[in-house]
């Protein structure tokens, strides 16, 4: 019974998660970020301030959180998913690179990158895959990879924001009179070219993780 008391608790809390930051977009979308209040984002989610503090801190993080819509717990999950012959670098870069560039909202992307706000949050999501990227690398290098992986782990976060910051093209890029930052450059190519830097690094992890006795002498 407590299982599933827990159970049906996280899902209320996911429910209210997902009803704020679509509010977030959709109010952000219709009025612009800057004329939406976080008291106005928990009224159309049903929701007190109070509780909307609870799982976001500002109103970028509810609207981007709206546009990578749980992308981190995807990347973990297409890089458990990936087959145990395929080599680390490459199923880490294939999962990034493919929830990176799958189907966006084009409104909320054109909307994220006229916003300085925005686009700062939208490059601070990065960080979020942090800690399920590490259980996943974890998971493929085994018990004994427990601290290399959540160091793999920030440093591929790391790569992955220096490659949105060079796609957004800022702070050096030209803006419009609107504001407007158009992303610059391939993004598939930014990210494996930022993520190729990292690959000696996780190829000498995974070659220690594979043959652990050899490391020992």
Known sequence: MTT????LREQKKQATRVALREAALRLALRDGPDNVRVDDIAEAAGVSPRTYNNYFSS????IVAAVTAERESRIATALAAAPAHKRLADALTDAIVE???EPRDHDALLLIT????LRDAYLDSAAAMEHP???AIEQRLGSTGAQTAQVLAASVAAAVRVA????LGTPTAPVTA???VVPSGHLPDLLRSALATL??????????ARHPAQQAH
């Open 4 to 7: 599933r008391r827990t159970g």
């Open 59 to 62: 109103r970028e993080q509810a």
């Open 99 to 101: 929830q990176h560039t």
């Open 114 to 117: 006229a916003s300085p706000a």
């Open 133 to 135: 990227l590490g259980a």
């Open 164 to 167: 949105l910051r060079q796609w």
């Open 178 to 180: 609107g504001g407007l």
């Open 199 to 208: 690959a000696p690094a996780i190829d000498a992890a995974e070659e220690r």
